[in-house]
């Protein structure tokens, strides 16, 4: 029975009971739409397409309408007790619904650890103290004209607009004395020397699936602080291709998407300058570094051309942009600060690999070495001989939890470790005593890998039913590892698609190389993924070449490592460049034999 306001009004109220949290839910919209907008988090690896049944939500009361992809359309009952799909649920009327534990466990991993760069402060951004003398009648000239003036040893020409909006207040107000803040030839702020105070910097690794910000001390090159979210942009699909997808579908979405990902880095900049009690006007630099897609989608260049073959990015060369072009973010910074965004590779390898590289370098620059990002998009380079060659392998997001049908982020609940001794299934759950609720990326891994070498999935990929975990229903299989974590043949096909994408990405520049595996002297695993896998699982799988464990090394987010290097360091940002100019992009897809390589990586070996 519907409320009679319900009638008048274009649009139900949705609670999410577990959360306490409301959201407007249009007339004709799903539930996963509504929480989207609401920025409730329900994980959704496809994006509300319907294909990954991962966002699963039970209906606690209302009248909904649910369509099955198997069966049309039809209305389910004002209460069920059956987990379904949100994307593929309309309310009917004002409704309650419970969001599954995996969607809204916290977040353990942040992703923000890792080495401090030693490296010598040279910011973009440099703080010179100027004094004038008082203006007037026989002290002639504009106040802008006489500051420029004093900073001619500096190399400043210009002044940034609000800044020259401030500057004869402030000059008047602190006795002709002040501080300018100079970038280049452009003055982008100015303050009083009362007002002295730390220059900070903001750097970002703006992932696929994680976004992870450290705030800088310019000066010193010094961490202040780190925090990593999880990339808004996921509500929108788990890979890259889907928001590609999403943004060519609709200008309207394009925008969203932009919007994200600024609201994102917006949110960082802030939390992290109160967590040291500093103001965010005072981050006067901004780096990011992401895959070609997410930088396009941050600056709100168009991805039609980006999705479809040849793949071209709109540009490669790094840009510098004003924060304030950037919408929310130029409220987030000092007025005149910049974005400086790394420069990308081509196709899908983008900044955030050339980050990695810069990282990295000590580690590769003498030896025939593999250097993978592994992730969503997994960006793979093989650097021999002074050359650098690279490409990007559609890896899916599988190995992150994501097309799992119990996959879940590396949060409390998550299982990220299993083991079948003698039999028995072991497995270790993140979070101190905390019932298991899913999979994350490590625990995707080593299920595939305790499955293939205790033999209940064979060659193929085909689970068996020897080993009493294993349940039939209908004509699925799945192993039981948990009362409410079941890894099922679906998942087994996700896993050798994904590791079938990356190993085949190493074997075809070994093949342009024309090397052998065992030339490889090195293999530098970076990315959230790759700090947490077990390398044993990756070979037992056939996902890394059978090398001895100690040519492998796992360098956690080394992108993140990079990105501060840019931003402490003018030097490094010219060595980025130059990295990125050396590597020779490959597009995996059109080399010769790739299909036939792909396939024959399916099979596990």
């Given at each position: 029975?519907?409320?009679?306001?319900?009638l008048?009004?274009?649009?139900f109220?949705?609670?999410?009971?577990?959360?306490?949290?409301?959201?407007?839910?249009?007339?004709?919209?799903?539930?996963?739409?509504?929480?989207?907008?609401?920025?409730?988090?329900?994980?959704?690896?496809?994006?509300?397409?319907?294909?990954?049944?991962?966002?699963?939500?039970?209906?606690?009361?209302?009248e909904?309408e649910?369509?099955?992809?198997d069966?049309?359309?039809?209305?389910?009952?004002?209460r069920?007790k059956?987990?379904?799909?949100?994307?593929l649920?309309r309310?009917l009327?004002d409704?309650?619904?419970e969001?599954?534990?995996?969607s809204?466990a916290?977040?353990?991993?942040?992703?923000?650890?890792?080495?401090?760069p030693a490296?010598?402060?040279?910011?973009?951004?440099?703080?010179?103290?100027i004094?004038?003398?008082?203006?007037?009648?026989?002290?002639?000239?504009?106040?802008?004209?006489?500051?420029?003036?004093?900073?001619r040893?500096?190399?400043?020409?210009?002044?940034?607009?609000?800044?020259?909006r401030?500057?004869?207040?402030?000059?008047?107000g602190?006795?002709?004395?002040?501080?300018?803040?100079v970038r280049?030839?452009e003055?982008?702020?100015?303050?009083g020397?009362?007002?002295?105070?730390?220059?900070l910097?903001?750097?970002?690794?703006?992932?696929?699936?994680?976004?992870?910000?450290f705030?800088?001390?310019?000066?010193?090159?010094?961490?202040?602080a780190?925090?990593?979210?999880?990339?808004?942009?996921?509500a929108y699909?788990s890979?890259?291709?889907?928001?590609?997808?999403h943004?060519?579908?609709?200008?309207?979405?394009?925008?969203?998407?932009?919007?994200?990902a600024?609201?994102a880095i917006?949110g960082?900049a802030?939390?992290?300058?109160?967590?040291?009690?500093?103001d965010?006007?005072d981050?006067?630099?901004i780096?990011?570094?992401?895959?070609?897609?997410?930088?396009?989608l941050?600056?709100?260049?168009?991805?039609?051309?980006?999705?479809?073959?040849?793949?071209?990015?709109?540009?490669?060369?790094?840009?510098?942009v004003?924060?304030?072009?950037?919408?929310?973010?130029?409220?987030?910074?000092a007025?005149?600060a910049?974005?400086?965004l790394?420069?990308n590779v081509?196709?899908?390898?983008?900044?955030d690999h050339?980050a990695?590289?810069?990282?990295?370098?000590?580690?590769?620059?003498?030896?025939?070495?593999?250097v993978?990002?592994?992730g969503?998009?997994?960006?793979?380079?093989?650097?021999?001989?002074?050359?650098?060659t690279s490409?990007?392998?559609p890896s899916?997001?599988?190995?992150e939890?994501?097309h799992?049908?119990?996959g879940?982020?590396?949060?409390?609940?998550a299982?990220?470790?299993?083991?079948?001794?003698?039999?028995?299934?072991?497995?270790?759950?993140?979070?101190?005593?905390?019932?298991?609720?899913?999979?994350?990326g490590?625990?995707?891994l080593?299920?595939?890998a305790?499955?293939?070498t205790?033999?209940?999935?064979?060659r193929r990929?085909?689970i068996?039913l020897?080993?009493?975990?294993?349940r039939?229903?209908g004509?699925?299989?799945?192993?039981l590892?948990?009362?409410?974590?079941?890894?099922t043949?679906?998942d087994?096909?996700?896993v050798q698609l994904?590791?079938?994408?990356?190993?085949?990405?190493?074997d075809?520049l070994?093949?342009?190389?024309g090397?052998?595996?065992n030339?490889?002297e090195?293999?530098?695993?970076?990315g959230?993924?790759g700090?947490?896998i077990?390398?044993?699982?990756?070979?037992?799988?056939g996902l890394?070449p059978?090398?001895p464990?100690?040519?492998?090394?796992?360098v956690g987010?080394?992108?993140?490592v990079?990105?501060?290097m840019v931003?402490a360091?003018?030097a490094?940002?010219?060595?980025?460049l130059g990295i990125?100019?050396?590597?020779?992009?490959?597009?995996?897809g059109?080399?010769p034999d790739?299909?036939r390589?792909?396939?024959?990586?399916?099979s596990?070996?």
């Open positions: 029975m519907r409320n009679p306001g319900e008048t009004r274009p649009w109220q949705v609670r999410f009971a577990n959360l306490d949290r409301e959201a407007r839910c249009n007339q004709g919209d799903t539930i996963f739409q509504a929480a989207r907008r609401a920025g409730v988090r329900i994980v959704g690896a496809c994006g509300g397409r319907g294909v990954c049944g991962s966002c699963i939500v039970r209906i606690a009361s209302g909904v649910l369509r099955r992809p069966a049309g359309e039809g209305a389910a009952p004002a069920t059956e987990w379904v799909r949100s994307c649920v309310p009327n409704c309650e619904v969001i599954a534990p995996r809204i916290p977040i353990v991993r942040a992703e923000v650890s890792g080495r401090d490296v010598v402060p040279d910011p973009a951004v440099r703080v010179h103290d004094a004038l003398a008082p203006a007037s009648m026989l002290q002639g000239g504009a106040d802008a004209d006489r500051v420029i003036d004093a900073l040893a500096s190399g400043a020409a210009r002044i940034d607009l609000i800044a020259l401030e500057l004869p207040g402030l000059l008047r602190s006795g002709w004395r002040a501080q300018a803040l280049g030839d003055v982008i702020g100015v303050r020397c009362e007002d002295a105070r730390a220059t910097g903001l750097a970002v690794d703006l992932g696929t699936t994680n976004a992870a910000a705030l800088m001390d310019l000066g010193t090159g010094k961490r202040l780190s925090l990593g979210i999880e990339n808004p942009q996921t699909g890979d890259v291709v889907s928001r590609v997808n943004a060519m579908a609709s200008p309207a979405v394009a925008q969203e998407l932009q919007d994200a600024i609201a917006s960082l802030r939390d992290l300058c109160e967590s040291i009690a500093a965010p006007k981050i006067v630099d780096a990011v570094c992401g895959n070609t897609a997410m930088h396009h941050l600056l709100g260049l168009p991805v039609s051309q980006l999705g479809r073959a040849p793949f071209v990015p709109a540009m490669c060369e790094a840009i510098d004003k924060a304030r072009d950037l919408g929310e973010l130029g409220r987030s910074a007025a005149g910049y974005v400086h790394m420069p081509g196709g899908y390898v983008g900044g050339v990695v590289l810069l990282a990295t370098e000590d580690r590769w620059a003498q030896a025939t070495t593999i993978m990002d592994i969503t998009n997994t960006e793979i380079s093989l650097v021999h001989r002074g050359s650098i490409l990007s392998s899916g997001p599988a190995l939890g994501g799992i049908g119990v879940m982020r590396a949060a409390e609940g299982i990220e470790r299993v083991r079948i001794e003698d039999g028995a299934i072991r497995i270790q759950v993140i979070g101190d005593d905390a019932e298991p609720v899913g999979l994350c490590s625990g995707v080593d299920a595939a305790a499955m293939v205790s033999g209940i999935v064979n990929g085909r068996g020897g080993h009493p975990a294993v039939e229903i004509e699925r299989r799945e192993l590892l948990a009362p409410e974590v079941a890894f043949q679906n087994v096909r996700a994904a590791k079938a994408a990356i190993r085949s990405g190493i075809c070994l093949r342009e190389a090397l052998a595996e030339a490889i090195r293999v530098v695993i970076a959230a993924f700090a947490y077990g390398v044993e699982s990756a070979i037992a799988i890394l059978a090398l464990l100690d040519r492998i090394e796992q987010n080394a992108a993140g990079g990105v501060r931003l360091s003018t490094l940002r010219e060595r980025a990125a100019q050396r590597c020779r992009y490959l597009e995996l059109s080399l790739f299909q390589i792909f396939m024959r990586r399916i596990f070996e």
